[in-house]
């Protein structure tokens, strides 16, 4: 079991950036990998960046260029920083830890990018 703490988020205008957190209970190294997901009003949810045990990072193609995920393994915590925000990128933001079969997610966080 793990839990999984998202904070950050919140209202920007275009262009603006935010950074998102997401503080993890136990160590972060100890998963295959952690990822940021989002989900807006009447849309499935969707995987925005991922980092794997090792640091391979992946992106969807719509952040790529404007996002960064990292991580602080010190601290348990995975951040996400946004940069260059659209209207488009409104949406509940979640964190996922998973390894293998296991899954866990956070209990997300809200960003509103108003044009």
């Known amino acids: 079991q793990v839990q999984l703490v998202e904070s950050g988020g919140g209202l920007v205008h275009t262009g603006g950036s935010l950074r998102l957190s997401c503080a993890a209970s136990?160590?972060?190294?100890?998963?295959?990998?952690l990822g940021w997901y989002r989900q807006a009003p009447g849309k499935q949810r969707e995987l925005v960046a991922s980092?794997?045990?090792?640091?391979?990072?992946n992106y969807a193609d719509s952040v790529k260029g404007r996002f960064t995920i990292f991580r602080d393994t010190a601290k348990n915590t995975v951040y996400l920083q946004m940069n260059s925000l659209k209207p488009e990128d409104t949406a509940v933001y979640y964190c996922?830890?998973?390894?293998?079969?296991?899954?866990?997610w956070g209990q997300g966080t809200q960003v509103t990018v108003s044009s």
């Open positions: 136990r160590r972060i190294l100890s998963f295959d990998g």
């Open positions: 996922k830890a998973y390894s293998g079969s296991f899954a866990s």
């Open positions: 980092i794997t045990s090792v640091g391979i990072t």
